[in-house]
T-cell receptor
Framework: DVKVTQSSRYLVKRTGEKVFLECVQD?????MFWYRQDPGLGLRLIYF???????EKGDIPEGYSVSREKKERFSLILESASTNQTSMYLC?????????????FGQGTRLTVV | GENVEQHPSTLSVQEGDSAVIKCTYS??????FPWYKQELGKRPQLIID???NVGEKKDQRIAVTLNKTAKHFSLHITETQPEDSAVYFC?????????WGAGTKLIIKP
């Protein structure tokens, strides 16, 4: 059974703080993704990675960075958290084939920036 | 780039009736169309997918149809049950990345 685990379910941070969201998968997947989910806007891709130390910008990368030092771990970093980054963050992983294989999601991290 | 539009944003049906959710895409090179279900407080999970060389696919009470000419695909749920209540997302891919629709909240009325 594929497991994608996000380090926190709920997180409250202050404006200006540096925030780390961690994601770990146990299926040896090459592809990992970070999405942001807001009501009515669906899943918006922030960053993705097809290999260790590789990263590519998605549709809304501003204010975010990522790190993939190990194959199983993909971290999302909010350099200086702002209130408009309050959202649900979802991590996903998939096997090679880029877009046309099943994506497995983590349970999500609901981040509130105050 | 690819754009996926999903309708309706909310769908309310009587238990036992059918539900249909429609998506249109813009990139004719898209060749993979999955549907995900997200129950309240849970993660999205794949429920069915279709590839561009197939026009229809069924799995028990759910089916997906694809019209490549018109660039739209639909999710059909028959004999709806309370456990079908969820947000459903469509997506399209051209082998590069998944582009997601905005989601449809399906409400099953008892």
């Amino acid at each position: 059974d594929v497991k994608v685990t996000q380090s926190s379910r709920y997180l409250v941070k202050r404006t200006g703080e540096k925030v780390f969201l961690e994601c770990v998968q146990d299926m040896d997947h090459e592809n990992m993704f970070w999405y942001r989910q807001d009501p009515g806007l669906g899943l918006r891709l922030i960053y993705f990675s097809y290999d260790v130390k590789m990263k590519e910008k998605g549709d809304i990368p501003e204010g975010y960075s990522v790190s993939r030092e190990k194959k199983e771990r993909f971290s999302l970093i909010l350099e200086s958290a702002s209130t408009n980054q309050t959202s649900m963050y979802l991590c996903a992983s998939s096997s090679p084939g880029t877009g046309n294989t099943e994506a497995f999601f983590g349970q999500g991290t609901r981040l509130t920036v105050v | 780039g690819e754009n996926v539009e999903q309708h309706p944003s909310t769908l309310s049906v009587q238990e036992g009736d059918s539900a249909v959710i429609k998506c249109t895409y813009s990139d004719s090179a898209s060749n993979y169309f999955p549907w995900y279900k997200q129950e309240l407080g849970k993660r999205p999970q794949l429920i069915i997918d279709i590839r561009s060389n197939v026009g229809e696919k069924k799995d028990q009470r759910i089916a997906v149809t694809l019209n490549k000419t018109a660039k739209h695909f639909s999710l059909h749920i028959t004999e709806t049950q309370p456990e079908d209540s969820a947000v459903y997302f469509c997506a399209a891919s051209n082998n590069y990345q998944l582009i997601w629709g905005a989601g449809t909240k399906l409400i099953i009325k008892p």
